[in-house]
């Protein structure tokens, strides 16, 4: 979906997406789609230099663009099909949103701070993808107007798993998100079969709190 984004960058992100192969993700449309992505839209111009670091970076408001390998790893965890419908909690700058259209039929998109959804809209309508919605809200209550849906991402961690996001995974669905305190926390994927939930720890992480009615209260 991405056009014109030039050769600037393109061999830094080859590399970068070589490295997380290297690391362990191993499906072909997570790589693909990173290979595409042009991270450094996403972060600020005087970082650009920096997008194609396996790190995270500061994208303003206390908040950041996750570490690169995090994201593949989420993704390839959330198994994300054509025609899935996703839902995503921190929009953030937007780069796990485009990572995610890449990939999905539609992705919906929340975020709480006013500042970065506005910011992140106008980048991801400006690199042509047309399968996004936004919503500025408290992401911890989900979007029951669009549920069910296949796969849930969280770009934040909580205590636990929100409620209302549980409700709104179809069955065969999965989520992926970060669980525990400020400090020490896993990432998770929980999947929705129809005799109840199933989850798997995957690794020791640390992500920024989700701030919300269900999951930190600030």
Not at 17 to 25: F, K, L, P, S, T
Not at 27 to 50: G, N, Y
Request: aromatic residues 6%.
């Amino acid at each position: 979906m991405v056009e014109g984004d030039g050769v600037r960058f393109s061999q830094a992100r080859h590399e970068l997406v070589e490295r997380v192969r290297r690391q362990g993700v191993r499906d072909p449309r997570v790589l693909a789609a990173m290979e595409r992505v042009p991270r450094h839209r996403f972060v600020p111009d005087a970082l650009a230099v920096q997008a194609y670091r396996d790190t995270s970076l500061p994208i303003g408001r206390d908040q950041t663009i996750s570490q690169p390998s995090i994201v593949a790893l989420m993704t390839e965890a959330a198994a994300v099909t054509p025609a899935d419908r996703v839902l995503e909690l921190g929009t953030g700058s937007g780069y796990q949103t485009a990572i995610l259209a890449e990939l999905a039929a539609k992705v919906f998109t929340i975020e709480r701070i006013h500042t970065l959804a506005t910011a992140a809209h106008q980048r991801l309508d400006a690199l042509g993808y047309t399968n996004i919605v936004f919503r500025i809200a408290d992401g911890t209550f989900g979007w029951a107007e669009h549920a069910p849906y296949q796969a849930i991402m969280v770009a934040a961690a909580a205590p636990e798993v929100p409620a209302p996001l549980v409700a709104q995974l179809d069955v065969g669905g999965r989520l992926v998100m970060p669980v525990g305190s400020g400090d020490v926390q896993e990432l998770l994927l929980v999947r929705r079969t129809r005799e109840g939930l199933e989850r798997r720890r995957l690794l020791p992480c640390r992500f920024v709190k989700l701030i919300g009615r269900h999951g930190w209260s600030g």
